[in-house]
């Protein structure tokens, strides 16, 4: 067990709709991030925070928004929904501000669009 | 450019066979960490090793053993004796001052482990 909680585990929606992945991290972990696996994209980072700010951005669609609250749990906001957006979201935490400690990922959100 | 290579796609291998898995690395700074991380079948992902640019010491963890060398830029992982339960997709990835110490991904090798 990670320490990183991840909700839902699934999620099945039809495009055009929005949804909201939830995030807690490990307990002690300042640091989370976002990322996406898709088939054919691999795992790709999304966006990072750190102690409710916005440190890092990746490949994140302008649909896409995420925030960090201040009990570090975090967001990710998925709106107007395409077929694409189909895949596992992960989430991870770590301790330090630069990235060089390991990450320590949720069981992922798997995100059907139909 | 950070970029991380994974030439290997899927590999198959019988159980008690040695298997290695490669993974390439791009980075012009001399300050990184490499890493890899295990996605078994039931989806999470786990983390193995971390190693920085200035420890080029191999390392063995039980059946585990990585082989870090800069000057071909490659941070390897051999698994001893494979067992069925090492079936999984194994990712090597790449955190730099330049990346912004994002931590960059392969795009993973699945393996195989045959009983």
């Known amino acids: 067990d990670s320490g990183v909680t991840q909700t839902p585990k699934h999620l099945i929606t039809a495009t055009g709709q929005r949804v909201t992945l939830r995030c807690s991290p490990r307990?002690?972990?300042?640091?989370v991030y976002w990322y996406q696996q898709s088939l054919d994209q691999g795992l790709q980072f999304l966006i990072q925070?750190?102690?409710?700010?916005?440190?890092a951005k990746g490949n994140i669609l302008e649909r896409f928004s995420a925030q960090q609250f201040p009990d570090l749990h975090s967001e990710l906001n998925l709106s107007s929904l395409e077929l694409g957006d189909s895949a596992l979201y992960f989430c991870?935490?770590?301790?330090?501000?630069?990235?060089?400690?390991?990450?320590?990922f949720g069981n992922g959100t798997r995100l059907t669009v139909t | 450019a950070q970029k991380v290579t994974q030439a290997q796609t899927e590999i198959s291998v019988v159980e008690k066979e040695d298997v290695t898995l490669d993974c390439v690395y791009e980075t012009r700074d001399t300050t990184y960490y490499l890493f890899w991380y295990k996605q078994p079948p039931s989806g999470e992902l786990v983390f193995l090793i971390r190693r920085n640019s200035f420890d080029e010491q191999n390392e063995i963890s039980g059946r585990y053993s990585w082989n870090f060398q800069k000057s071909t830029s490659s941070f390897n992982f051999t698994i001893t004796a494979s067992q069925v339960v090492d079936s999984a997709v194994y990712f090597c990835?790449?955190?730099?001052?330049?990346?912004?110490?994002?931590?960059?991904f392969g795009a993973g090798t699945r393996l195989f482990v045959k009983a």
């Open positions: 991870a935490s770590s301790v330090a501000v630069e990235d060089n400690s390991p990450l320590h």
């Open positions: 307990s002690g972990d300042l640091s």
């Open positions: 990835a790449l955190s730099s001052y330049t990346g912004g110490f994002k931590t960059i």
């Open positions: 925070y750190y102690n409710g700010e916005e440190r």
